[in-house]
């Protein structure tokens, strides 16, 4: 902390890693915490970071197969993004962003970003988060269609197993019901689910072909049950992240959104994980899945973690509506302190133009499909059920049972079990109930690869053992 006398104290300065551990405990109320052992056994210090590897206070250094949390892209402890964030927070730190007033980084992302998606999403309003950047486009859908005449029509519908994120309304978006618990969902009928497109878990004795078409049709039935005038808009990730890291069948979302300009209903594609890079292009909608948005959500890649930002993206004809005069001394009441926040817009073009020099995405594309080979080779484990997912975005499903793809019991862990096992080698993987989820930094080389992936194995025989001798496999 700065004293009187203007002397910063280095970010590197030492620290007391078990005072740090109780102010944590004591002090720190986390997100997504399990409390059965916080208390007791508190966190991972995490110190410092470079490329794709983090280093705790022990001086542990770890290859981190997490990303952050999807969204250190470009990788850690890049200068040249210290310094523009730097560089803005001298030249001019902030400014509101309400009525007329803007500043050059809020003005020239949102050119850029216009530029980079597709069809005519031409229009950014920035957010902090994933969270907000969902909430805003439910917000400015039902602006949309009240300002249209269509008052009825402001239903939602997503997916059983999909995340948008977890505020309030995100959170009621979310079709993961393991997050509900204990919390409310929003009130009355707003919110509806169809399934999840998940092949994998499709019905005994259905082909992939048939599973799509059942798919589509139950999208139909749900909007005609509901009443076409009565729905506004359909959230869906090109690939679900959270929720099992799920890839739809060939040709889903162009027949998903086939339906919505059938029904007059909008289609929200968040892009918030599969944007900026990690499925090996800025954005996925168009690029990998072929079907343009009405809507599109962006965070995490964007600024790749280096300061906290958002985009719901609109396009034309959406904001033409929305963009006209209410009446006389209206405006559109909708926005955050931080929207547009100079510092972050800054982070936000100095990360894209990384991304473009160094091709980024390029990269991607061309390491991705070894990273998805390599993993498919755990497929011959015991408890590997299917390995699934896309380029840098992967996944490994735990089962107690290949062939009926049974479940273990929810109190094995195995998830947290083989991320522990990583760990304790050197590699941070994510565990997701009966799910090991890899989202690297983008940057990796296929050394790297090889290294979570044997990491992967090790760690999966390990648990697979111990598993064997305590019964829940054979």
Wanted: hydrophobic share 40%.
């Amino acid at each position: 902390m700065a004293g009187v006398t203007g002397h910063p104290m280095p970010t590197n300065a030492p620290f007391d890693a078990e005072e740090v551990r109780r102010q944590d405990i004591d002090h720190h109320f986390h997100p997504f915490t399990d409390f059965s052992t916080f208390k007791k056994t508190g966190s991972m210090i995490l110190a410092e970071a470079k490329g794709a590897y983090v280093t705790d206070s022990a001086g542990t250094r770890y290859l981190d197969g997490i990303g952050g949390l999807w969204c250190v892209n470009i990788g850690y402890g890049r200068e040249e993004m210290a310094q523009a964030i730097a560089d803005q927070a001298r030249t001019m730190v902030y400014y509101s962003s309400f009525g007329h007033h803007t500043s050059v980084p809020a003005a020239r992302l949102a050119a850029k970003l216009a530029g980079l998606a597709p069809g005519t999403l031409n229009h950014v309003f920035y957010g902090t988060g994933g969270s907000m950047a969902n909430d805003t486009a439910v917000r400015m859908i039902h602006f949309y269609f009240n300002r249209l005449g269509k008052k009825s029509k402001k239903k939602l519908i997503t997916r059983h197993g999909g995340y948008h994120g977890s505020t309030y309304m995100a959170m009621s978006l979310t079709g993961i019901a393991f997050d509900h618990q204990g919390f409310d969902l929003a009130l009355g009928d707003l919110v509806h689910r169809i399934s999840s497109p998940n092949p994998y878990r499709r019905p005994d004795g259905m082909t992939v072909a048939a599973f799509l078409d059942f798919l589509v049709d139950e999208f139909r039935a749900k909007i005609e049950e509901l009443g076409a005038e009565n729905v506004a808009a359909f959230f869906a990730e090109p690939i679900m992240g959270a929720g099992g890291v799920i890839v739809p069948p060939e040709g889903y979302h162009v027949r998903m959104a086939e339906v919505c300009r059938e029904y007059g209903v909008l289609y929200v594609a968040d892009e918030v994980v599969t944007g900026f890079g990690r499925l090996g292009h800025f954005f996925s909608s168009e690029a990998m899945f072929g079907m343009v948005p009405d809507i599109m959500v962006a965070a995490k890649g964007l600024t790749s973690a280096y300061a906290p930002l958002s985009a719901t993206i609109l396009s034309d004809e959406f904001y033409d509506v929305l963009s006209v005069p209410q009446a006389e001394g209206a405006m559109f009441t909708h926005g955050f302190t931080y929207s547009g926040h100079p510092i972050c817009c800054a982070a936000g073009l100095k990360n894209i133009e990384i991304m473009e020099r160094e091709d980024i995405c390029g990269h991607v594309r061309r390491t991705g499909p070894y990273f998805e080979r390599r993993l498919a080779e755990l497929a011959d484990l015991p408890t590997v059920g299917e390995v699934r997912g896309s380029h840098y975005m992967l996944c490994i499903e735990n089962v107690a049972d290949k062939k009926t793809k049974a479940l273990l019991p929810p109190e094995v862990d195995v998830g947290h079990r083989i991320a522990d096992a990583c760990e304790r080698r050197g590699v941070l993987v994510r565990p997701v109930g009966p799910y090991n989820i890899l989202s690297p930094p983008l940057i990796l080389s296929t050394a790297e690869i090889d290294r979570i992936v044997d990491t992967l194995r090790e760690s999966i025989l390990e648990v697979a053992d111990g598993l064997t001798r305590e019964g829940y496999l054979r």
